[in-house]
């Protein structure tokens, strides 16, 4: 059974590209949360999806940011016109059911805006 | 939404036993604490989750005293190897809503 996937590892984009980030969580698993995480920084709540539903983005930029989980294929983490200040690391979590206890993090996606 | 609070770092030797404290004083009736590991540049990993009292696993020990205000995350004879970010957290039973960390603390482990 994989664990929760995530491509790429690291992406680099130039100021105005467009940044997408692609969460597969664990088989069976049908929520997932999105985090951004800064160097020596905690992880910060960015969003949280059930399969076609967004249940809570509240921590999510309400501009240029936008999050997905399709009924079939990963969840998308989608960065518009990046700026230097989007870079950081971004990890996805999920769950099996909102009775879980444990949360399966990815390696993340170190995005890198030059 | 409880709100946690836990030291910013700590140092230890190899050998030694580590207590990590952290704070929840308006901790609710249904909820549950759980403490997740971070190396650097990896995701967050599970260790160890409780209700009340002490549970352990093979990697920790959890103590929750009778008025559940706070918890302690013990490491037995830690290594170099368990230099990491440890997260407590606190999150409503049935409702993954609130799984938000803090900034956690960086515990340094030195030979």
């Known amino acids: 059974n994989a664990g929760v996937m995530q491509n790429p590892r690291h992406l680099v984009r130039r100021r105005g590209q467009e940044a997408r980030l692609r969460c597969s969580p664990m088989k069976g698993h049908s929520h997932v949360y999105w985090y951004r995480q800064l160097p020596e920084e905690g992880l910060k709540f960015m969003v949280y999806?059930?399969?076609?539903?967004?249940?809570?983005e509240s921590g999510m930029p309400k501009e240029r940011f936008s999050a997905e989980f399709p009924k079939e294929g990963p969840s998308i983490l989608r960065i518009q016109q990046v700026v230097r200040g989007d870079s950081a690391a971004y990890f996805c979590a999920s769950w099996k059911d909102r009775e879980d206890t444990e949360a399966f993090f990815g390696q993340g996606t170190r995005l890198t805006v030059v | 939404l409880a709100k946690t609070t836990q030291p910013i770092s700590m140092d230890s030797y190899e050998g030694q036993e580590v207590n990590i404290t952290c704070s929840h004083n308006n901790i609710a009736t249904n909820d549950y604490i759980t403490w997740y590991q971070q190396f650097p540049s990896q995701g967050p990993r599970f260790i160890i989750q409780?209700?009340?009292t002490k549970v352990t696993n093979e990697v920790a020990s959890l103590f929750i005293p009778a008025d559940r205000k706070s918890s302690t995350l013990s490491l037995p004879r830690v290594s170099l190897s368990d230099t990491a970010v440890y997260y407590c957290l606190v999150v409503p039973l049935g409702d993954n809503n609130d799984m938000r960390f803090g900034a956690g603390t960086r515990l340094t482990v030195k030979p």
């Open positions: 409780g209700y009340k």
């Open positions: 999806l059930q399969k076609e539903n967004i249940i809570d």
